[in-house]
């Protein structure tokens, strides 16, 4: 199988292009000084001369804040949305497969039940959320050969994440406040990469949801559990969103992503995140 990965700079990408190649798979990374995404000419040139079975699309526009700034909403718009129609039209003209990471953002992020991967109810609360949903829709409604994966809270070896921020954080203060009404799980990009490659291999289309397993949990929850088994003392404060602040977009307070669907289609469910969390720590300089 030969696959091409957009976001190859990315903690996603960087571990999709090296699982491909452990499994012995033509691997193509690219970012944006390889393929302008949001340059319809420089999209179908480079997958044209790839000749893929399979785009993995990880490349987006991530800084959920700074999406809400006013002279960024277009750009963001041209990434998310028009980058990921772009990659689609090009995989429709070349009859591959398409893999598009989306998020839970796309929903309102309201109440306590999980999400449902085949859920419609969209609603999304911030400019990263809503342009992800177009991203989703371009995919669909070009192609038939698709899977959406939506993921939630992710940490990897090759960026900056949650984990590193609170490793940071709580080197430098004896106490830390963290959001305990945030409910969600996080997702290991080296597990998450293992999956992706499973499911690029098959041809069970369609939406999915992939987090580690080992129940929904808060931010503050997974600090505690970060502090433990790097061996911090640091106290945790719990806060609620309201009284945190800070935060220019709406963050769902509902991350709960059900995942049923990936046993159901024959795919291995992550490992717990404690124990992504155990094997990641020592991945990384801390």
Not at 6 to 30: C, I, M, P, S, Y
Not at 135 to 143: Q, Y
């Given at each position: 199988?030969?696959?091409?990965?957009?976001?190859?700079?990315?903690?996603?990408?960087?571990?999709?292009?090296?699982?491909?190649?452990?499994?012995?798979?033509?691997?193509?990374?690219?970012?944006?000084?390889?393929?302008?995404?949001?340059?319809?000419?420089?999209?179908?040139?480079v997958i044209g001369e790839a000749a893929p079975d399979v785009v993995i699309h990880c490349a987006a526009w991530t800084a959920v804040d700074a999406a809400e700034d006013p002279e960024n909403i277009a750009k963001v718009r041209a990434v998310n949305a028009g980058g990921t129609r772009n990659i689609a039209q090009v995989c429709k003209k070349l009859d591959c497969k398409m893999m598009y990471i989306s998020t839970d953002y796309v929903f309102n992020g309201q109440g306590t039940q999980p999400w449902q991967p085949d859920c419609r109810d969209y609603a999304p609360l911030?400019?990263?959320?809503?342009?992800?949903?177009?991203?989703?829709?371009?995919?669909?409604?070009?192609?038939?050969?698709?899977?959406?994966?939506r993921i939630a809270w992710v940490f990897g070896k090759n960026g900056s994440n949650f984990i590193k921020t609170m490793l940071n954080v709580g080197k430098k203060h004896d106490t830390v406040r963290v959001v305990s009404d945030q409910i969600g799980t996080p997702t290991y990009t080296l597990d998450l990469a293992r999956l992706l490659v499973d499911m690029a291999e098959s041809e069970k289309y369609?939406?999915?949801?992939?987090?580690?397993?080992?129940?929904?949990?808060?931010?503050y929850d997974f600090t505690c559990e970060i502090y433990k088994q790097a061996g911090y003392a640091t106290r945790v404060v719990p806060v609620t969103t309201a009284e945190y602040g800070l935060s220019k977009a709406a963050r769902p307070f509902n991350s709960r992503l059900d995942k049923s669907k990936l046993?159901?289609?024959?795919?291995?469910?992550?490992?717990?995140?404690?124990?992504a969390l155990q094997r990641y720590l020592k991945e990384i300089d801390f």
């Open positions: 199988m030969k696959a091409l990965v957009t976001g190859v700079k990315g903690q996603l990408g960087f571990d999709v292009v090296n699982e491909l190649k452990n499994r012995g798979h033509d691997a193509v990374g690219v970012d944006i000084e390889e393929m302008d995404i949001t340059d319809p000419e420089s999209v179908s040139r911030n400019v990263y959320g809503q342009t992800k949903l177009e991203g989703e829709l371009a995919v669909a409604d070009t192609l038939e050969k698709y899977f959406i994966v369609g939406y999915y949801h992939a987090t580690n397993e080992g129940g929904y949990i808060s931010w046993a159901e289609n024959g795919f291995q469910p992550l490992p717990a995140w404690q124990d």
